[in-house]
């Protein structure tokens, strides 16, 4: 049981291009969410998904896309990165819709962009 | 102002000693008051939760929660050099018409040998 993986652990952009980060759990879980921590600040919700095929907007979505094909993989793309995307992404996955029910996190991916 | 404030240290404490984390808070509608642990370079993973006011204990933690003054609290007793770690606290409930976790931004513990 490997829990929620992501991928890749560190990327370096320039201003610009796209890429995906990916997301994975094997726990069966229908919610799964990507979050942004910055320091100083909470984590904040960028996209979140509450079963396959259904995903909506959370505080922060500008700049980045999301879909929910499977309810393993829940990937986030960055279509066009700017440095104030320069964060440590967090995939979270949990067992009910309410996120108030414990929410299991990814490693996290470290971005930066130059 | 916030939504939720946390100090975010660091506090370094020495091997033993007890510790107090501490949360406010702005929204009275707030009604699960979790604590997530984030090791460095980690996801944060949940540490223990409570419902509305009162206290709840965990081998050597307690959370406390007073809806009154809006305060949350975590303490750790007989703290451990493994208890080093950033301590986020994560209120959630009705906001804007919807349910929300809202995070804090953490409060970063360390414990001395």
């Known amino acids: 049981n490997a829990g929620v993986t992501q991928t890749p652990k560190f990327q370096v952009l320039k201003t610009g291009q796209s890429m995906t980060l990916q997301c994975a759990q094997d726990?069966?879980?229908?919610?799964m969410s990507w979050y942004r921590q910055d320091p100083g600040m909470g984590l904040r919700l960028i996209h979140y998904?509450?079963?396959?095929?259904?995903?909506d907007q959370g505080e922060v979505p500008n700049g980045y896309n999301v879909s929910r094909s499977t309810t393993e993989d829940f990937p986030l793309r960055l279509l066009s990165a700017a440095p104030s995307q320069t964060s440590v992404y967090f995939c979270?996955?949990?067992?009910?819709?309410?996120?108030?029910?414990?929410?299991?996190f990814g490693p996290g991916t470290r971005l930066t962009v130059l | 102002q916030k939504e939720v404030e946390q100090d975010p240290g660091p506090l370094s404490v020495p091997e033993g000693a007890i510790v107090s984390l501490n949360c406010t808070y702005s929204?009275?509608?707030?009604?699960?008051f979790m604590w997530y642990r984030q090791y460095s370079r980690k996801g944060p993973e949940l540490l223990m939760y409570?419902?509305s006011s009162g206290n709840k204990e965990d081998g050597r933690f307690t959370a406390q929660v007073d809806k009154s003054s809006k305060y949350i609290s975590l303490f750790i007793r007989d703290s451990q050099p493994s208890d080093s770690a950033t301590y986020l606290c994560?209120?959630?409930?009705?906001?804007?018409?919807?349910?929300?976790?809202?995070w804090g931004a953490g409060t970063k513990l360390i414990i001395k040998p």
């Open positions: 979270a996955s949990s067992l009910a819709e309410s996120s108030y029910t414990e929410q299991f």
């Open positions: 994560a209120p959630w409930g009705a906001m804007d018409s919807n349910y929300q976790l809202i």
């Open positions: 409570t419902y």
């Open positions: 726990m069966n879980h229908e919610y």
């Open positions: 998904s509450v079963g396959a095929g259904i995903t």
């Open positions: 929204n009275s509608a707030f009604q699960y």
